[in-house]
């Protein structure tokens, strides 16, 4: 079983605030959560699923990657 994180434990691992976990569950903008009860808990997997959702690609980098693939050819 995977471990389960409290939200103050999610809070202090992302330097955000517990605020801005609430808000994120009730506007369904956040990580996937368990409730259990009154209790909230957060999985690794899903923490790592949703940082992996937010994952970018600098538009600098890809521009300097296409620019040297077309002098390369």
């Known amino acids: 079983?995977?471990?389960?994180?409290?939200?103050?434990?999610?809070?202090?691992?992302?330097?955000?605030?517990i605020s801005t976990l609430r808000y994120w569950r009730n506007s369904g903008d956040g990580p996937n959560f368990f409730k259990v009860g009154r209790l909230v808990r957060y999985s690794e997997g899903a923490l790592?699923?949703?940082l992996q959702r937010g994952l970018r690609v600098s538009s600098a980098k890809a521009t300097v990657e296409e620019v040297f693939n077309r002098v390369a050819r």
């Open 1 to 17: 079983m995977e471990t389960l994180l409290t939200e103050e434990q999610v809070s202090k691992l992302w330097q955000i605030s």
């Open 48 to 50: 790592e699923a949703y």
